[in-house]
């Protein structure tokens, strides 16, 4: 392939920008991350003074910074498609990581595409794949669950779907709920094999792995910061039929 075929084809007219951003170090922003929050006329942010923090260690020039978060995403999609009407171009991020993936976006996302504007990802750090890809559980079939419920019974409930499902699960936990979590999965789902990422990406980065049993008595004591959980799917069993029956296998009525 020629370096001319890597070239980014021009954008033409105003679009909204989905941009990942690092989630935990800084050496992770690509350069058209970087080119693209310079370029754009406003970066909607889930926290304003975390992307002007960000854009500061970046060397970038700060252009104009709106909210767009959980309580406000609603009014802000709105907002973000009047700016495009305007013609300018916004570049949508969260805190850390991708946006719209368990993080404000998906509305403004609906927003954008219902008003017949475009909508362009600039591909970053995801806490989920990261957690996923370094778990040492199968990575071919998964299942993102984002947050739990915060109490034990939601959390069981909310589980019981996935008690058969082969696909690897994936949540965000809090560290003050991590142990109970684990816990409840285990309960539900049996005890499968688990691992659990902290602080991914930054110096003092940790994956723990084991059965959920194991993990919830590890984190008795919980640890600073937020964490990913990974857990094994469900063995499938499938039922052998013996075909050196006389009838194949088969009942006959």
């Known amino acids: 392939m020629s370096a001319s075929a890597n070239l980014e084809t021009p954008h033409e007219g105003p679009r909204l920008w989905l941009v990942g951003t690092p989630i935990g170090n800084m050496e992770d922003l690509p350069p058209r991350a970087a080119r693209i929050l310079s370029e754009v006329s406003v970066i909607a942010c889930e926290d304003t003074r975390t992307t002007r923090r960000l854009l500061d260690l970046a060397g970038l020039t700060p252009p104009r910074l709106i909210a767009c978060h959980d309580h406000n995403e609603q009014s802000s999609a709105a907002g973000i498609v009047k700016l495009l009407e305007q013609g300018e171009s916004v570049a949508l991020v969260s805190d850390a990581g991708m946006p719209a993936i368990s993080d404000p976006g998906y509305r403004v996302v609906r927003a954008v595409i219902e008003a017949g504007f475009e909508v362009s990802a600039v591909p970053g750090p995801s806490s989920v794949l990261t957690a996923l890809a370094v778990s040492g559980l199968p ?97 499938v069993v499938r039922e052998k039929v013996n075909k050196y029956t006389p009838d194949g296998g088969k009942k006959k009525g």
């Open 139 to 235: 990575t071919d079939r998964f299942t993102f669950l984002g947050f739990a419920p915060r109490k034990s019974g939601k959390r069981q409930r909310w589980l019981e779907p996935f008690k058969a499902d082969p696909a690897t699960l994936i949540i965000m936990e809090s560290a003050q709920r991590l142990a109970e979590t684990l816990g409840d999965a285990a309960v539900v789902l049996g005890e499968r094999q688990g691992a659990v990422a902290f602080e991914l990406t930054k110096a003092f980065e940790r994956v723990h792995r084991g059965t959920l049993s194991e993990l919830a008595a590890r984190y008795s004591e919980p640890p600073l910061g937020e964490a990913v959980i990974v857990i094994a799917g469900a063995v």
